[in-house]
DNA sequence: GTCTATAAGATGATAGAC
DNA sequence: GTCTATCATCTTATAGAC
């Protein structure tokens, strides 16, 4: 990980920012103040703020990347797999101060985004859904998941589905209603 | 509809720039710019920002409830209602440059939005869900789809999962992937 | 790496004239 | 209703000392 430096406690401190409050709604005095350094440091560190964007997503990614190997590596049933996968994303976000997802929280604002970072997001999207047609073509060959077509597109559907869950409970401040919507979704898989 | 007066212009404009660029994303020299008057003109017609928000909203509220009592009187058919109602869904998001929806927009940005309009995103969302819930609840009497549970459940999977698909296609800028999770929803609830 | 100092511009907002 | 003028504050960013 990346804590105990300065940079580390910056990127950390930046990706709760942009996950509760957006890309716009937090600034390097916010990082500055909470830190206890001047924002000229922060500028030591991350010259702009795009730049300080794209190492967030880019670091997302790679913890994207770890936590799936060991979930690969600890769980074979794609059930349990997606189930887990579920799990993850629940407790990095709603889970974790009411959190959004780092990805869809900059899609939202990507309009007024630095490109690059905009790419990187697209780019840890693909991943998601990479890894959720992989394990639901798996489960289909199993017969645990019943689905017409691609996996890519079952796993678009799955994927976006959680956002959206993710999107109205963290509204309505209501974990319920996330875990209501993922029983629908896991359902919507099993007819 | 509020178009033709200054304060109506500044409605129409301020919503499309909270939908495309979010709440923190514009200020009032956007505004003033765009439609050629002065900032202090705006704060004229809307004092604070928070006001402005406020107004959003409720115009929305008020546009949607027209919206629907239409669709009510002109459709009867329970899935044709829901195929209707995605479409308007649709027509005035990602197929209006692709813009994002007000309240989905607006609940992102929750954390740093006044109180109030906060609570008057929230019931923007009940009024979609029931609406929704009604519907759903008829054609599951008509045989039309098929879900367990109360309706209210299956009108919040539903909208989350529009939510999410319009977050998604939005960020890919691919309207080929809400629709095709138009299809994915509706199949779920007619297996 | 962190600081002080500073910049140029943006931001939400108000007072008061026309 | 719209303007000019002005506000205090915030925002991203840089130069240069320690």
New binding site residues.
Partial sequence: MSER???GELLDLAEKLVRTRGYNG?????L?GQI??????V???F????DLGEAMVENERELFARNLARLDAEEKDPQRRLERFIQLFQASTIGCDNRMCLGAMLAVEQETLPEPVRRAVLRLFEHNEAWLAKVLEEGREQQTFRFKGPADGAARFVFSALEGALLMARAFRDVGRFEAATRWIIESLSD
């Fill in positions: 430096d300065t940079r937090f600034s390097y005095r916010d500055a206890g350094i001047k924002t000229a440091s500028h030591y560190h010259p702009t703020k795009g």
